[in-house]
């Protein structure tokens, strides 16, 4: 079983206020935590507001994975497990009209820094940490006249794997144990420990392939918890 206990808030590093703060004041309540890319406005990150009780659950089998074995054959990458007996709380994030179109959540697990990338079949995703592991999430846009460089590991799909030399950054989030943050995660993001030694990161993670940040932003102010 895993809890969810009330947490703090983390900080975020945002620029510009002037314009944070006119386009706060127009799309969302002042105190909300976010992030803006001034070059096309597109949002990357804010904070959920109003803690949502505790959360329990059983952990299942693992569900999927993106990562490879390192020189001693130990899997490192990012392991995603199917949940079950999941307390209902955590669906109270979204209207009920909505939620079909999500996922069921998955337990995710990542126990290496992450490079940039996009994730594969997903573009918006609910992130409530249970151990975050003092990392920090950070995201990028794409350099200008410049080429893109990028991969994929075998199983993914739609999202890639970018090169740090064709990416600027846009900002990052730290996220302390018990936050819930929602991502835009078909934006270039990567993860990277601030501890000399990388402890193991644990999230739910509730994702959604047919609605864009902006869309589940709304949601979230119509259920209040932005």
């Given amino acids: 079983m895993a809890q969810w ?3 703090k808030i983390a900080s975020v590093n945002i620029g510009r206020k002037k314009l944070e703060s006119s386009l706060a004041h127009h799309f969302y309540n002042i105190d909300t935590v976010r992030h803006i890319n001034y070059h096309n406005c597109i949002m990357c990150f804010a904070k959920i507001k109003n803690p ?6 059983i ?8 990562g490879r ?7 490192k990458g990012l392991r995603y497990s199917k949940m079950y007996d ?6 109270d994030l979204i209207p009920i009209r909505y939620r079909s179109k999500f996922y069921p959540p998955l337990l995710m ?3 290496s820094n992450v490079p940039p ?16 592991s003092k990392c920090a999430t950070t995201f990028y846009s794409f350099k200008t006249n410049q080429n893109v460089i990028s991969h994929k590991i075998e199983n993914q799909t739609n999202g890639s794997i970018f090169d740090k030399s064709c990416l600027d950054i846009i900002g990052h ?8 943050w929602l991502l835009n995660v078909g934006q270039p993001h990567g993860v990277e420990s601030l501890l000399p030694k990388l402890e193991i990161r644990t999230a739910i993670v509730w994702q959604t392939n047919e609605f864009s940040f902006n869309d589940v932003v709304d949601m979230l102010i119509e259920t209040g918890h932005l």
């Fill in 5 to 7: 206990i009330n947490g």
């Fill in 52 to 57: 949502i009780g505790e959360c329990t659950f």
């Fill in 59 to 66: 952990e299942g089998e693992v569900y999927k994975e993106y």
């Fill in 69 to 75: 074995p390192n020189d001693d054959g130990i899997f």
């Fill in 86 to 91: 999941i307390s209902e709380n955590i669906y």
């Fill in 109 to 111: 697990r990542i126990n």
């Fill in 117 to 132: 990338h996009t994730d594969s079949g997903v573009i918006t995703s609910i992130n409530w940490y249970l151990s975050p």
């Fill in 173 to 180: 989030f730290v996220a302390e144990p018990n936050d819930i």
